[in-house]
Every structure is written in C-alpha cells, then in structure tokens.
C-alpha cells in the first residue's frame, strides 16, 4: 500500500541493551508535540551509544541549539552507576561542550564517530577518556521529557518510517502518538503452515491528517479484513468478509459488524510480515505477506 503521505520504511534493529539502561517496549509523549524542535538536523545521527575501553559508557539523547543531553554508566562490567547530564556548547560549530555537574569542569569533543573527554582530578592533571560509537545496542531510545527513537542496529535514528513493532516515527525521529501505527501494504497474509489466511485492504490514498487520531479516545477505520481457514484437505472450511480494521493509539484492532475485537496486531516494519493475536489467545501468530 501507498498511503498519500509518503512510504515508509523500517529496519529491524538488534535487541542488545546496554546493562542498566532500559529498553523501552511502548513510546509515550511525543516531544515535538510540544513545540519544541527535538534536536539540530544536522546532528542528529550524533544520538546513539558510545563505549570506551574501560567499560563505561555513553548514549548521547539529544542536541538542541545549545546543549547536550546524554546519559552514562560508569562501566558496564561492574555494574557501575547510571546518570544524566546536560552539557553547554562553548564554540559556535557545536563540536566542543562542558560540562561542571561534579562541581569540575569536564570537555566534550563531539563527532558522530566518538565523543572524547577530558576530566580535571584533583591535583589538576587531566584524564582522557575516548568513547566510540558501537552499533546495534538499542531499540526505543527514551529522551528527555518523555521523547522516545528508535535506535536501528547501524546506530542511527530511524526517520520517516515504522518502526519494527509497528510505531510510525516523523521526519524528524520521534515517536508520533497521534499516528497510531503505522500502515503496512495491504494484501493476503498467511500464516506459517498455511492454514489461515488473511486479507488486509488499507484505505488507498489517506493524507497524514485523515490518517493522524485526535486523542487518546479516537479511532480510525484504515481498511476492511477478510478471514479463511484451510482444512487438512485444503478446502476453504470458513470464512469471513465483515470485519475491519481499526487504528488506535494502543495500535491496530480487527473489529467484527457489532465491534467486537476479535484480533490485535501490528506490523513488523516494512518486511511484509504482521504478528497477530485472535481474542482469548495468549500468544502472537506470525502471518506473512504472500
């Protein structure tokens, strides 16, 4: 499917989190809805995990125009301890910040490679400590004021896509609540051993604002579902066409004629697959795009 507003596209990202930093599974208040611009353009692939050789650690969350917000683990070894902090950019290119939070003052040099800094200790001799960008740590990434990317496995911010658990992310990189999910080519869906088949047809031609949900109590009706299983015989044994689906901010929702939930779901990016999960079951069936 081609919604009007653009194609979207995703990447499966690896699951590996630096120890004692969250990764987050549900996204929360989009911070550009604020009106407050998330980060630099320019220096926005700087957002990701950096690590030195000693085992400590850095994630940079956000560049605005004068300031850095990051996050560290002292080392991840020893189960050191996690903080954040706040740097001030102190020349006009933005690649040299610092930071006085331990009451010393501590230099940033900044790439989207490595970030270096150098500490003062107490006899005034200056440590450096290089940390280097290290991919595929991280899936949501939780900013300040409840910001949330998603980290894919080269490092960099996803934009202008849906994520692998089916969240639509802007241009810009954060996380659109107001989105919903995000929509997936419409088509038939079948599942492993062939047994249930699916058809999702997505409204054709939806701009970003039919597609966009008021509040947390709206609801969008993106597209009909059709349903048919297989007998061992391989004859269609049943089969329903009156069903829809419903786009929320807790994601998408199979709704019968009366509007009955009878499945929940959400696409795994653009990879042509959908993880589906009919009322009263526990677990998720994988269906694939045939």
Same mark, same amino acid.
């Given at each position: 499917?081609?919604?009007?507003?653009?194609?979207?596209?995703?990447?499966?990202?690896?699951?590996?989190?630096?120890? +004692?930093?969250?990764?987050?599974?549900?996204?929360?208040?989009?911070?550009? &809805?604020?009106?407050?611009?998330?980060?630099?353009?320019?220096?926005?692939?700087?957002?990701?995990?950096?690590?030195?050789?000693?085992?400590?650690? $850095?994630?940079? /969350?956000?560049?605005?125009? =004068?300031?850095?917000?990051?996050?560290?683990?002292?080392?991840?070894?020893?189960?050191?301890? /996690?903080?954040?902090?706040?740097?001030?950019?102190?020349?006009q290119a933005r690649t040299q910040a610092e930071s006085t939070q331990f009451?010393?003052?501590?230099?940033?040099? $900044?790439?989207?490679? &490595?970030?270096?800094v150098e500490r003062p200790d107490q006899n005034g001799v200056h440590s450096?400590?290089?940390?280097?960008?290290?991919?595929?740590?991280?899936?949501?990434?939780?900013?300040?004021?409840?910001?949330?990317?998603?980290?894919?496995?080269?490092g960099a911010v996803l934009k202008d896509g849906v994520t692998p658990d089916?969240?639509?992310?802007?241009?810009?990189?954060?996380?659109?609540?107001?989105?919903?999910?995000?929509?997936?080519?419409? +088509?038939?869906? =079948?599942?492993?051993?062939?047994?249930?088949?699916?058809?999702?047809?997505?409204?054709?031609?939806?701009?970003?604002? /039919?597609?966009?949900?008021?509040?947390?109590?709206?609801?969008?009706?993106?597209?009909?579902?059709?349903?048919?299983?297989?007998?061992?015989?391989?004859?269609?044994?049943?089969?329903?066409?009156?069903?829809? $689906?419903?786009?929320?901010? /807790?994601?998408?929702?199979?709704?019968?004629?009366?509007?009955?939930?009878?499945?929940?779901?959400?696409?795994?990016?653009?990879?042509?697959?959908?993880?589906?999960?009919?009322?009263?079951?526990?677990?998720?069936?994988?269906?694939?795009?045939?």
């Amino acid at each position: 499917m081609e919604i009007k507003f653009r194609r979207i596209t995703a990447y499966l990202a690896a699951v590996t989190a630096c120890a +004692g930093l969250a990764v987050l599974s549900t996204p929360a208040t989009v911070y550009a &809805s604020k009106g407050i611009q998330c980060q630099i353009a320019n220096m926005s692939d700087w957002v990701g995990y950096y690590e030195a050789k000693d085992g400590s650690c $850095l994630i940079i /969350e956000s560049v605005s125009e =004068t300031s850095v917000y990051l996050g560290y683990i002292d080392s991840i070894e020893a189960g050191g301890e /996690e903080g954040q902090d706040v740097l001030t950019f102190t020349d006009q290119a933005r690649t040299q910040a610092e930071s006085t939070q331990f009451g010393e003052s501590a230099r940033y040099t $900044l790439n989207r490679e &490595s970030v270096t800094v150098e500490r003062p200790d107490q006899n005034g001799v200056h440590s450096i400590t290089r940390y280097a960008r290290k991919n595929g740590k991280y899936t949501w990434l939780k900013l300040q004021d409840d910001v949330y990317y998603w980290m894919q496995d080269d490092g960099a911010v996803l934009k202008d896509g849906v994520t692998p658990d089916g969240w639509y992310v802007g241009s810009d990189g954060c996380w659109d609540p107001y989105m919903g999910m995000g929509p997936f080519q419409s +088509g038939t869906y =079948t599942s492993h051993d062939g047994t249930k088949v699916y058809g999702f047809y997505l409204k054709e031609d939806m701009s970003m604002e /039919e597609w966009r949900l008021k509040d947390a109590s709206d609801k969008r009706m993106v597209g009909t579902v059709e349903y048919s299983h297989i007998s061992p015989s391989g004859e269609e044994d049943e089969s329903r066409s009156d069903m829809r $689906l419903i786009n929320m901010m /807790e994601g998408y929702v199979v709704v019968d004629t009366a509007g009955r939930i009878v499945a929940d779901l959400y696409p795994v990016g653009d990879t042509g697959q959908i993880m589906l999960r009919r009322s009263g079951e526990q677990g998720y069936e994988s269906l694939t795009l045939r």
